[in-house]
C-alpha cells in the first residue's frame, strides 16, 4: 500500500514541477505572433491552392502581415473578406478586376480530326512529352483532363474530348493555365463576353484539315469591329475586356463558329454545328 | 585490362523474358529490292544530336549520293540524295516520334546516276585510320539498330578510355524484325569487313559478335566469313529478349557490367549494330553514302511479308505496297519492333537510318489498356533487365513524383517495355517511365 501511495506522490510531484516548467518557458520564450495573421488565415479561402504564389493560405497571410505583400493577390477570396483583409491590414484597396480562365479551343470531338487512337497514359502532359495524344492539331486541346483534375474549385468540365470553363464558378487561381502543356488556357477579365476559341498557329488549310472549328483568319471579324479585334498571323483574338455584343456575333456569323459568345460556348461547349 | 581479369562470358544477362517473336513471318526469302519511286521525301535530321545543314534548294539537279546536308557540328552527320533527280519543296512530314518533321523532297529523273564517288579504299587495311574515321563521318553513317548516335563519335572514345574489345550486336532480340538476320545471313563478308574497320579505328583487336541462338544461318555465314581472323568470335547467346540491349549485351559476352549511369567505354568496350558495320564497309570499300538499308516490313495484315533494302526517304505507304499491300484491318502500325518501336498516326512516315522495321498489326493483336492498381505480383521486378523496382517506380511516377522516381534510378531504365507486357494489372509502366525520363530531362536542362 505504501508503495502506490509513494508511487502516486511522486508522479505527482514531478508532474507539477514539469508543469511548472513548461509554464515558464512558455511565457519565458514566447514567440510573438502578430494577430492579425490568425485573422487574415481566417478570412482567406483556406483553400491552399497555391494561386498568389505562396506555401498557402497561412504563408500568404503572414506575407500580408510582416512583407507588406498586397492582398489583391489571392484571386479566390470573396469580395466581402477581401474588404475585410484590407481593413486589417489599413490599406484602401479599392475594387479587383475579376478574372476568369479560358480554354481556347473549340476542337471536341465532333470538330477535331482524330488520327489516332490514343491508348498512352491519361495525362495531357503525358501525352504532350511523348507522342502529342490522339487529335491531329499540335495546338488545342487534348481532351484528356489535366486541368480539369486541378482545378480545386471543380470549375473545367471535360466535355466530349474538349476542356471547357464554367466561368461562374472560377476563381482565377491561375493553376491550369499551369498545368495544361498546350497552354492554351489563359487568365482574362471576366468582363470579356466573347473569344475567339482556338489556339492553332497553323496556316488556314492545314488548320482546316485538321478542325472544322478553328479559326481561319477570314479576318471577317476583323473588318467588322477593328478595334476589338486583331489578327496575328493566323489566329484571332478579341481585345480583353472588350464590350461585344451578341448582335455584333450573330451579325459577324463567323463561318467555324471559332468566335462565340462565353454563354453560347457554354450552352454547345463547341463551334458551330454542321460547320464542317 | 588483361585477359587474365576477364570473367567467364555467362551468354545471357539477368532478367528479360521471350515474348512470341512473329519472326518466321518474314524469316524466309532473300533481301528484295523494291522499284524506284517517283518521289522521296527525306527527313533532314535523321541523327541524334545536333541537325544537318542543308546545302541544296529547290530545282537544284541532284546525283545519287550527291551530299544533300553537311554535318551541323561533332555530333552530326551529312545526308546525300537517295537518288538522281532534282531538289523539290522542303516541307514537313509527320516524324517517326509523332511531331512533324523538316523533310526535303527529291524528285527521281528516273535514271538512278551515281555522282562522283567517293575514293573507294579497297585496300583499307593499308589506309590510315584517321582517314577511315573521316569516311565513316561522310558517309553519314549513324547507329542503325535503332539509336541513330553518330558512329563516327562512337569510334571516338576519349584517349583516356582504354578499349579492349569491340562488341558486335547481331541479337535481333525484339520480335517481329529479321532484317539483321538477313543481312548477316546474305552479306556476312560486310558485316566482318566493318567490324575489321571499326577494330583498326578503335586501334583494337579482340572483336565479340553476338548472335541469338535462333539463327543458326546468321552464326554460319558469319563463322564462314571470319574463317583466319585471330581474336574475332562469333558467340551463340540465350534467346531472351532484351539481349541487344547495350549493356546486357556486354555483359552476356564478357561478363562486365556498366554501372548505373556509365557507359560501355567504362568497361573497355564499343558497340557496333551490324547493319552499321555492313554501311561502314559499303563507305570504305565502295566509297558510297549511306542512302539506303535493309527493312522488315511484316505483321498478320501485309500480303507478302519480307525483307526490303529501301533507299531513305520512302514512304511506309510505298514500302507497303512493295510487300504486295495489306489483306486485312490494321489496328496499329509501328516503325521498329512491337517492343521498342513507336506506333504511327500517318502512312506518310518515311524510311531513315534507324528504321529496323514496319510492322502492322490487326485488331485481334492489340491489347487496350485498362490499367488497374498494382497487384504487387512482383513480375515486373523479377523480368526487368535493368534490376529496377518497376513496381515502386510505376506508383511514384503515378502520382508525378518525379524527385522520387530519379531516387529509384528511373533514368537507367532502357524503354525495352517488358513491364508493360508482363503486368497482370496491365498497367503502363514503361510509359509512365518514358514520361518520367522526359520530365527529368526538362527539368535538369532548366536547373
Redesign the interface.
Known amino acids: 500500500m505504501t508503495n502506490v501511495i509513494l508511487a502516486a506522490l511522486a508522479l505527482a510531484i514531478l508532474g507539477l514541477v514539469l508543469g511548472m516548467l513548461i509554464g515558464y518557458t512558455a511565457k519565458r520564450f514566447a514567440v510573438q505572433t502578430d494577430p492579425r495573421i490568425e485573422a487574415i488565415t481566417e478570412l482567406l479561402p483556406g483553400a491552399n491552392c497555391g494561386g498568389c504564389g505562396y506555401a498557402g493560405c497561412a504563408d500568404y497571410a503572414r506575407a500580408m502581415v510582416e512583407d507588406g505583400v498586397s492582398p489583391a493577390g489571392c484571386a479566390v477570396v470573396s469580395e466581402e473578406n477581401f474588404q475585410k483583409i484590407s481593413q486589417a491590414l489599413g490599406q484602401d484597396s479599392g475594387k479587383r478586376e475579376r478574372k476568369v480562365a479560358v480554354v481556347y479551343c473549340s476542337g471536341d470531338n465532333g470538330h477535331a480530326r482524330r ?3 490514343y ?3 491519361n ?1 495531357c ?2 501525352a504532350a ?4 495524344g ?1 487529335k491531329g492539331c ?1 495546338f488545342g486541346c487534348i481532351g484528356l483532363g489535366s486541368c480539369a483534375r486541378s482545378c480545386q474549385f471543380g470549375a473545367i468540365e471535360l466535355r466530349n474530348g474538349l476542356a471547357v470553363v464554367h466561368p461562374e464558378i472560377c476563381k482565377g487561381c491561375g493553376k491550369c493555365t499551369e498545368v495544361c502543356p498546350r497552354k492554351l488556357i489563359r487568365l482574362v477579365s471576366a468582363e470579356t463576353k466573347a473569344h475567339v476559341y482556338c489556339n492553332s498557329l497553323d496556316k488556314g488549310p492545314a488548320k482546316r484539315k485538321n478542325c472544322t472549328a478553328g479559326c481561319l483568319a477570314c479576318r471577317k471579324c476583323v473588318k467588322a469591329a477593328p478595334d476589338i479585334f486583331n489578327a496575328q498571323g493566323f489566329l484571332v483574338r478579341a481585345r480583353e475586356g472588350a464590350e461585344i455584343s451578341d448582335e455584333l456575333i450573330a451579325s459577324i456569323n463567323c463561318p467555324t463558329g471559332a468566335l462565340q459568345s462565353v454563354a453560347d460556348h457554354l450552352r454547345s461547349g463547341k463551334g458551330k454545328e454542321g460547320a464542317a | 585490362m588483361n585477359s587474365h581479369h576477364l570473367p567467364a562470358a555467362p551468354h545471357h544477362f539477368a532478367g528479360g523474358i521471350h515474348p512470341a517473336d512473329g519472326k518466321a513471318m518474314s524469316a524466309s526469302g532473300t533481301i528484295r529490292i523494291p522499284p524506284l519511286l517517283d518521289k522521296y521525301f527525306l527527313v533532314i535530321q535523321q541523327n541524334i544530336g545536333i541537325p544537318p545543314k542543308l546545302l541544296v534548294k529547290k530545282g537544284d539537279p541532284v546525283k545519287k549520293g550527291q551530299l544533300i546536308a553537311e554535318a551541323g557540328g561533332p555530333i552530326s552527320v551529312p545526308l546525300h540524295a537517295p537518288t538522281s533527280g532534282t531538289v523539290g519543296d522542303t516541307l514537313d512530314i509527320p516524324g517517326a ?4 518533321v523538316p523533310a526535303v523532297e527529291i524528285i527521281s529523273d528516273g535514271k538512278d546516276e551515281w555522282c562522283e564517288p567517293m575514293e573507294p579504299y579497297a585496300d583499307w587495311r593499308n589506309v590510315s585510320r584517321e582517314r577511315l574515321l573521316a569516311r565513316v563521318k561522310d558517309a553519314g553513317i549513324v547507329g542503325m539498330g535503332g539509336a541513330a548516335f553518330p558512329t563516327h563519335a562512337k569510334l571516338s572514345p576519349p584517349p583516356e578510355r582504354a578499349i579492349d574489345t569491340l562488341v558486335i550486336n547481331g541479337a535481333e532480340c525484339e520480335p517481329y524484325l529479321t532484317a539483321d538476320d538477313h543481312l548477316m545471313r546474305e552479306a556476312a563478308q560486310a558485316v566482318i569487313t566493318g567490324a575489321g574497320i571499326c577494330a583498326k579505328i578503335l586501334r583494337i583487336s579482340h572483336v565479340l559478335i553476338g548472335v541469338e541462338e535462333n539463327k543458326p544461318e546468321a552464326i554460319t555465314a558469319l563463322r564462314a566469313a571470319a574463317k583466319g581472323i585471330r581474336d574475332l568470335s562469333v558467340v551463340p547467346l540465350h534467346v531472351r529478349y532484351p539481349q541487344g540491349g547495350e549493356k546486357q549485351l556486354i555483359y552476356a559476352l564478357t561478363g562486365r557490367k556498366v554501372m548505373a549511369g556509365g557507359l560501355p567505354m567504362d568497361v573497355g568496350c564499343v558497340v557496333q549494330n551490324v547493319g552499321t558495320l555492313a554501311a561502314i564497309a559499303d563507305a570504305v570499300i565502295n566509297g558510297r553514302p549511306l542512302i539506303e538499308r535493309v527493312v522488315t516490313v511484316t505483321g498478320s495484315p501485309v500480303a507478302e511479308p519480307g525483307n526490303f533494302r529501301f533507299r531513305l526517304g520512302t514512304p511506309v505507304r510505298k514500302a507497303l505496297e512493295f510487300a504486295g499491300g495489306i489483306r486485312k484491318e490494321v ?1 496499329k502500325l509501328i516503325l521498329g519492333g512491337p517492343m521498342m518501336g ?2 504511327q ?2 502512312l506518310d512516315v518515311t524510311v531513315s537510318k534507324n528504321t529496323s522495321g514496319i510492322l502492322l498489326l490487326a485488331a485481334d493483336e492489340v491489347r ?2 485498362e490499367a488497374g492498381p498494382c497487384l504487387s505480383c512482383g513480375r515486373c521486378v523479377e523480368a526487368c533487365p535493368m534490376r529496377l523496382l518497376v513496381s515502386t517506380l510505376s506508383k511514384v511516377c503515378e502520382n508525378e513524383r518525379y524527385d522520387l522516381a530519379d531516387e529509384n534510378y528511373v533514368m537507367n531504365c532502357l524503354e525495352c517495355g517488358i513491364c508493360t507486357y508482363v503486368c497482370p494489372a496491365g498497367r ?1 509502366n514503361v ?2 517511365f ?2 518520367a525520363k ?2 527529368l530531362r526538362t527539368m535538369k536542362r532548366k536547373n
Request: hydrophobic content about 35%.
Open positions: 488520327v489516332a487512337l491508348n498512352g497514359l495525362d502532359r503525358a512529352v511523348l507522342s502529342g490522339g499540335r | 516520334n509523332g511531331a512533324p489496328r513507336f506506333a498516326s500517318s487496350q489498356f503502363p510509359q509512365h518514358r514520361r522526359a520530365e
